[in-house]
């Protein structure tokens, strides 16, 4: 089984991880400690959840982190510039993903 979701540009690869979804949306959790955002799915279909999945599409770098301090230093209140990001802070969002289930060779 496999799906397709969203569409953006960025460098075709894939990745093998477990599948998981959160507040955040649908993520993979790759053996390196990578996070994968897939683009438009807010959550993995049960037969996926938990599961090791190979992941394919196009994975563009996010820092996070990065971006929030930038913008940070736009804000005048020093209460809000002081928060801290909420999120993960570096990730790669996936896009023109399509999914299935791994099996090894």
Known sequence: MSC???????TLDS???????????????????????????RRWDTIYEGKKVKLKGNFR????EA????NSANVSSPVLK??????????????NATWELYTPD
């Open 15 to 41: 990745v093998i991880g477990i599948a998981h979804s959160n507040k955040t949306g649908a993520i993979l959790c790759s053996d390196s400690e990578k996070v994968y955002r897939i683009a438009g799915l």
């Open 82 to 95: 002081n928060l801290a990001y909420q999120g993960y802070p570096q990730f790669y969002s996936v896009t």
């Open 4 to 10: 397709k979701s969203g569409k953006d540009a960025g």
């Open 61 to 64: 770098f996010v820092d996070a």
């Open 67 to 70: 971006i929030h301090r930038k």
